[in-house]
């Protein structure tokens, strides 16, 4: 699965999910508070009759709760965190019994990338591409990860062209200095191991003009030397 040279190839799912990306799951619990509090509001506003969603929603983020720390905990259990037992449940409870809700939504992108550590590519993919995106911060960085970690999905199914695609997506869902920048350069990564040179160029250039001040501008000179 791993591939032989970094400068020349996608990085493996292993580095991938090691990376900026994990700024989501480091700082989870702050996002995701914020996140459903946003949400909750959004729905009691333009949604269902308070007396059904807030009920809902208030048991939905309750339940998630345990699921959250398991996949927070200094040594996380992903399995336990996806399954749940007798203490609390995991996400895939949450997703069947409130996946509705901001909370049953968040549960579903939680799993996939469960299920991304796991090493079920099929099952990440599946659970990934249930969550909807959302509107507004912090829901934009979820949504760019979301996106991302698909693309890495694809890449390790050597599916580039797609990849590409998804990082795009994640570029467009959060534009700015952390993570634009690392999503063009997966996507320029995948566009090199497809073979095109061009395309992967334009991609490390573009982190060079758009964001010169971030980290991935540091080695977008490094992959631009790498092209033939």
Same mark, same amino acid.
């Given at each position: 699965m791993?591939?032989?040279?970094? @400068?020349a190839?996608p990085?493996?799912?292993?580095?991938?999910?090691?990376r900026?990306?994990?700024?989501?799951?480091?700082?989870g619990?702050?996002?995701v508070?914020?996140?459903?509090a946003?949400?909750?509001?959004?729905?009691? #506003?333009?949604?269902y009759?308070s007396?059904?969603?807030?009920? *809902?929603?208030?048991k939905a983020a309750a339940?998630?709760?345990?699921a959250?720390?398991?996949f927070?905990a200094e040594?996380?259990d992903?399995?336990?965190?996806?399954?749940? $037992?007798?203490?609390?449940?995991?996400?895939?409870? #949450?997703?069947a019994?409130?996946?509705s809700?901001p909370?049953?939504?968040?549960?579903?992108?939680y799993?996939?990338?469960?299920?991304?550590?796991?090493?079920?590519?099929?099952?990440?993919?599946?659970y990934?591409?249930?969550f909807?995106? #959302?509107k507004?911060?912090?829901?934009a960085i979820v949504n760019a990860?979301?996106y991302?970690? *698909?693309? $890495?999905?694809?890449?390790?199914q050597? +599916?580039? /062209? *797609?990849?590409?695609?998804?990082y795009? &997506?994640?570029? /467009?869902?959060? $534009?700015?200095?952390l993570?634009a920048?690392?999503?063009?350069? &997966?996507?320029?990564?995948?566009?090199?191991a497809?073979?095109?040179t061009?395309?992967? *160029?334009?991609?490390?250039?573009?982190?060079?003009?758009?964001y010169? @001040?971030?980290? $991935? @501008?540091? +080695?977008?000179? &490094?992959?631009?030397?790498?092209?033939?």
């Amino acid at each position: 699965m791993a591939k032989e040279n970094v @400068a020349a190839a996608p990085e493996t799912l292993g580095e991938a999910m090691n990376r900026t990306e994990l700024f989501f799951e480091k700082n989870g619990r702050t996002v995701v508070y914020v996140f459903l509090a946003l949400l909750v509001v959004a729905a009691l #506003v333009f949604g269902y009759r308070s007396l059904v969603v807030a009920p *809902r929603a208030e048991k939905a983020a309750a339940m998630i709760a345990e699921a959250q720390y398991r996949f927070e905990a200094e040594t996380p259990d992903y399995a336990l965190a996806l399954e749940g $037992d007798a203490n609390g449940a995991g996400f895939l409870e #949450v997703v069947a019994k409130y996946g509705s809700t901001p909370a049953g939504n968040l549960a579903k992108h939680y799993a996939g990338i469960c299920y991304l550590h796991e090493g079920d590519l099929e099952k990440a993919a599946e659970y990934l591409a249930k969550f909807s995106p #959302v509107k507004g911060l912090p829901g934009a960085i979820v949504n760019a990860q979301n996106y991302g970690l *698909r693309g $890495d999905v694809a890449v390790e199914q050597q +599916d580039y /062209a *797609r990849a590409v695609k998804f990082y795009e &997506k994640a570029v /467009a869902a959060a $534009d700015n200095n952390l993570t634009a920048p690392m999503y063009l350069r &997966k996507a320029g990564l995948a566009e090199q191991a497809a073979g095109n040179t061009e395309k992967a *160029r334009a991609l490390f250039e573009r982190i060079l003009s758009d964001y010169p @001040a971030s980290m $991935d @501008a540091r +080695d977008a000179e &490094k992959l631009i030397g790498t092209l033939k």
